[in-house]
């Protein structure tokens, strides 16, 4: 079972607010990502990181901001939140398995946030 | 870049009957293609994966193909049971999932007792 995690679970808000979405993983790897899920499944990059500092775009535009400041934590901010906001966001790690040579992407169970 | 389409977007099958989700992706260097299967409430959680090198691979009721020359594969879950119904994604990535993988847009599946 992966060791990733996803504070909080659930979160309601009201427009304008800060938030902040926490993402820690305890398997060492160095990749990193955020995707947004709509109600309709599709998954959508919105950043990523390979490691300490780095930090990228991913495919779809977002308003939010990412930090890599260690390598177990990726929180994603969003500085001014707006109901379109409102989604599901999944973050993920990945390191080359041991036994495979493969680099396997593991999910946390995701924030649900809904701005008001 | 990297496109994978993925069919159905939603399927629904008899308990003990077999399922069948198929994709395509574009890009010839991608190499290797995880399967993600999705329950309510969860993260995506990797099920079976394939190699380009490897054009079949079965784990118990769960088999993946791969057709390197027309860029489909597909998951086949036979014998379906009620705790199959979830979200599934294909994807796709060059270098072992190395680089970026692109994931398909999910298929629905629910298993009626």
């Known amino acids: 079972e992966a060791d990733i995690y996803q504070t909080p679970r659930y979160l309601v808000i009201g427009t304008g607010k800060k938030i902040t979405l926490e993402c820690s993983q305890t398997m060492g790897h160095d990749k990193m990502y955020w995707y947004q899920q709509d109600p309709g499944m599709e998954l959508h990059l919105i950043h990523y990181?390979?490691?300490?500092?780095?930090?990228e775009k991913g495919d779809l535009s977002s308003e939010s901001t990412v930090s890599r400041i260690r390598t177990e934590h990726f929180p994603l901010t969003l500085e001014s939140a707006r109901p379109s906001h409102t989604s599901q966001y999944l973050c993920?790690?990945?390191?080359?398995?041991?036994?495979?040579?493969?680099?396997?992407?593991?999910f946390g169970a995701g924030t649900r946030l809904s701005v008001l | 870049g990297e496109n994978v389409e993925q069919h159905p977007s939603t399927l629904s099958v008899q308990e003990g009957d077999s399922a069948v989700i198929k994709c395509t992706y574009s890009d010839s260097a991608s190499n290797y293609f995880p399967w993600y299967k999705q329950e309510l409430g969860k993260g995506p959680q990797l099920i079976i994966d394939i190699r380009s090198n490897v054009g079949e691979k079965k784990d118990q009721r769960i088999a993946v193909t791969l057709n390197k020359t027309a860029k489909h594969f597909s998951l086949h879950i036979t014998e379906t049971q009620p705790e199959d119904s979830a979200v599934y994604f294909c994807a796709a990535s060059p270098s072992g999932g190395y680089q970026k993988v692109t994931f398909g847009t999910g298929t629905k599946l629910q298993v009626i007792p």
């Open positions: 993920a790690s990945s390191g080359r398995d041991a036994q495979t040579a493969k680099n396997i992407q593991y």
């Open positions: 990181s390979y490691g300490v500092n780095s930090t």
